[in-house]
């Protein structure tokens, strides 16, 4: 069965940088759609970035856009989300997604499109 494993989270303060990982094991279909998604307390999941393994094409939401950066090594089976200048609102666990969907292009940032999840990884940015 396919799994996710993420990893990279931890406790910084505003305008630190975290980079987190997620390992797919469990497939080799190198096209695919990844997502990285985040929930704070007392809100709903909220997709961050996205990208299309096949053409490495990228969707971020505009809450991140310039700050976070998601890219995928296919020869590793990983992606990864780079983030910048955290902020406290980016508090939150970070759940890595995937998708054997094809797309053409980018890769939908709807929860309702990935089928496998992973546990999740905590991040924390204090002011």
């Known amino acids: 069965s396919v799994e996710l494993v993420e990893s990279g989270g931890g406790s910084v303060q505003a305008g630190g940088s975290l980079r987190l990982s997620c390992v797919i094991s469990?497939?080799?279909?190198?096209?695919?759609?990844m997502a990285w998604f985040r929930q704070s307390p007392g809100k709903e999941r909220e997709a961050v970035a996205t990208?299309?393994?096949?053409?490495?094409?990228?969707v971020d939401v505009d809450s991140v856009r310039g700050r976070f950066t998601m890219s995928a090594d296919n020869s590793a089976n990983t992606v990864y989300l780079q983030m910048d200048t955290l902020q406290p609102e980016d508090t939150a666990i970070y759940y890595c997604?995937?998708?054997?969907?094809?797309?053409?292009?980018?890769?939908?940032?709807?929860?309702?499109?990935?089928?496998?999840w992973g546990q999740g990884t905590q991040v924390s940015v204090s002011p």
């Open positions: 997604a995937a998708s054997f969907t094809m797309y053409v292009g980018s890769c939908p940032a709807l929860d309702s499109v990935y089928t496998v």
């Open positions: 469990g497939t080799r279909q190198l096209r695919k759609c």
């Open positions: 990208i299309n393994t096949a053409n490495n094409r990228t």
